[in-house]
């Protein structure tokens, strides 16, 4: 079935570098997203990849896909007190379903 | 991006009660609205797809009778939890899709949390 996972916790220094990882199974997969939570709130979409790339770069933000692999992950450069949220990643199955993950808790350290 | 709403924000009800949740999109018209639930430190939970004006497509273990979904626009969803029981304490959040978005993008509406006492 379709299934998304990726590690719960991730701990890291201020101006340190953050890579979240994600696996994935449906290999029909169009698009891969992540997404942003912060406490109390709905969720932001930060960046997204089309199944037939490998990477995206977007500012602070690097997304690369190894589709062998199905293993998405984010790194945030420069990581700040303010990127402190969850991140879930997530898959756009066939049609206009999009199954996620049960998202990353990133703690920044000052 | 687009811009999507729901009201209210936060909902307090007694055991029993029915409560409504509105989901619009904004600035652009949605064709597909998505309902989802979140409990505390998990991730989200597919309930419904709604279409406009179509039947609503509940996934596996969802009871339709007792989360009902109303898609009469291409710009507002509802989702109503009818007699509510505290099991029912969660985070509901709508997004929109379809239309003039790009990249079969979803939209998400910034929640509602509802308690049930």
């Known amino acids: 079935g379709e299934d998304v996972e990726q590690s719960l916790f991730l701990s890291v220094r201020e101006g340190d570098s953050s890579v979240i990882n994600c696996t994935y199974t449906?290999?029909?997969?169009?698009?891969l997203y992540w997404y942003k939570q912060e406490p109390g709130a709905g969720l932001q979409l930060l960046t997204y990849i089309f199944s037939n790339m490998d990477m995206k770069q977007d500012q602070r933000l690097t997304v690369l896909l190894n589709k062998k692999d199905k293993h998405l992950s984010l790194r945030i450069a420069d990581t700040q007190t303010g990127d402190s949220a969850i991140y879930f990643c997530?898959?756009?199955?066939?049609?206009?379903?999009?199954?996620f993950g049960a998202g990353t808790r990133l703690f920044v350290k000052a | 991006g687009a811009v999507v709403s729901q009201h209210p924000s936060w909902v307090i009800c007694k055991s029993g009660t029915s409560v409504k949740i509105e989901c619009r999109s904004l600035?652009?018209?949605?064709?597909?609205m998505f309902w989802y639930r979140q409990f505390p430190k998990q991730s989200l939970m597919l309930m419904a797809t709604?279409?406009?004006?179509?039947?609503?497509?509940?996934e596996q273990g969802v009871e339709k009778d007792k989360f009902l979904i109303n898609h009469a626009s291409l710009t507002l969803s509802t989702l109503t939890v009818t007699s509510a029981h505290p099991e029912d304490s969660s985070f509901y959040i709508c997004?929109?899709?379809?239309?003039?978005?790009?990249?079969?993008?979803?939209?998400f509406g910034p929640g509602t949390r509802l308690t049930v006492l």
């Open positions: 449906d290999s029909s997969s169009t698009y």
């Open positions: 600035d652009f018209q949605a064709t597909t």
């Open positions: 709604s279409n406009e004006g179509s039947k609503a497509t509940y």
């Open positions: 997004s929109a899709g379809g239309g003039q978005t790009n990249n079969n993008e979803q939209f």
């Open positions: 997530a898959e756009r199955t066939g049609g206009f379903k999009t199954i």
